[in-house]
């Protein structure tokens, strides 16, 4: 009986130790094989292109301030003082 738990006791032991070295059996069979790259159109010519529109203010240089912009407030309001 001794020897029956004894040897019980060792596959236990020599089990757990795998489990927790991360031996768990035959290794899992590989997955899906990666997507195949997608190829990206090139830009069209421009010829099919339509003009370039600004987005965004207008910037307009002052000789005083230097750059501003439309959204800025003028300098009266920008002072503080009533």
């Known amino acids: 009986m001794r020897q029956v ?8 032991s020599v089990s757990l130790t ?9 290794p ?8 195949p790259a997608t190829q990206t159109r090139p830009p069209p010519p421009e010829s ?3 003009p370039l529109a ?12 230097g750059v501003e912009t439309p959204l800025s407030p ?5 002072a503080g003082a009533p």
Not at 54 to 65: A, D, H, I, K, Q
């Open 5 to 12: 738990l004894a040897a019980l006791c060792v596959a236990a």
């Open 18 to 26: 795998l489990a927790a070295c991360g031996i768990k059996g035959p």
């Open 28 to 35: 899992r069979p590989p997955g899906p094989p990666p997507a």
């Open 48 to 50: 099919e292109r339509g």
């Open 54 to 65: 600004p987005s965004g203010p207008t910037l307009s240089p002052t000789p005083e301030t």
């Open 74 to 78: 003028p300098a009266s309001e920008d």
